[in-house]
């Protein structure tokens, strides 16, 4: 019933920056966080980063000062801004949200590459 819907992958070069956003395909209330993990090919899945409704965030090292999470409480959209990309982001990047149960979306894929 809930799918989250990630949009906003593509293939970039190094250095450059992509957006991605999700948001849930229905309506949903008492969200109490949303976030993203990514696999990359061969890889386990690793937490990317993560917001509360209250705008609380938490990132991986590998990427805090690089991608930053917001969140639209009222549409219940949630934005990752990617900048200095780097190769090793290549990955499937999946969204998900928990409001008591957790929701995953399909993912989308980021390339970088030159």
């Known amino acids: 019933q809930v799918q989250p819907v990630e949009s906003g992958g593509g293939l970039v070069q190094p250095g450059g920056s992509l957006r991605l956003s999700c948001a849930p395909s229905?309506?949903?209330?008492?969200?109490?966080?949303m976030g993203w993990y990514r696999q990359a090919p061969g890889k386990q899945r690793e937490f990317v980063a993560a917001?509360?409704?209250?705008?609380?965030?938490s990132y991986a090292d590998s990427v805090r000062g690089r991608f930053t999470i917001s969140i639209d409480n009222a549409k219940n959209y949630i934005y990752m801004q990617m900048n200095s990309l780097k190769p090793d982001d290549t990955a499937v990047y999946y969204c998900?949200?928990?409001?008591?149960?957790?929701?995953w979306g399909q993912g989308t894929q980021v390339t970088v590459s030159s």
């Open positions: 229905v309506s949903i209330f008492s969200i109490i966080n």
């Open positions: 998900y949200i928990n409001n008591g149960r957790v929701y």
């Open positions: 917001i509360t409704n209250g705008g609380t965030t």
